[in-house]
């Protein structure tokens, strides 16, 4: 097995549970199918962006702000920016 994914998946879930959002068995499900849905190369990095985010969801690596939808976060970088240049 990938330790490093199941680390991951662990650090994601006790985020959840920090946030007082925890996930169900049901939302663990929808959690790996949604996660399938990108590169297996990316799901580790994934997984961390949400947690170091606090985010309740997994969303595309931020590195790409094209394919990104408005409602998703910005990243840390993308705010200070806006910050820095008042937007």
Same mark, same amino acid.
């Given at each position: ?28 499900? &929808?959690?790996?199918? +949604?996660? !399938?849905?990108?590169? #297996?190369?990316?799901? =580790? ?15 595309? &690596?931020?590195?790409? +702000?094209? !394919?990104?939808?408005? #409602?998703?976060?910005? =990243? ?12």
């Amino acid at each position: 097995g990938d330790t490093k994914l199941l680390s991951a998946l662990r650090a994601f879930d006790q985020m959840r549970t920090r946030i007082k959002k925890p996930m169900t068995e049901r939302a663990k499900e &929808l959690l790996l199918a +949604k996660l !399938q849905t990108f590169p #297996s190369r990316d799901w =580790t990095a994934i997984l961390d962006q949400s947690v170091m985010s606090c985010w309740q969801g997994i969303f595309p &690596l931020g590195g790409d +702000k094209a !394919q990104r939808t408005a #409602s998703e976060p910005k =990243t840390f970088t993308e705010l200070l920016q806006e910050a820095q240049h008042g937007y």
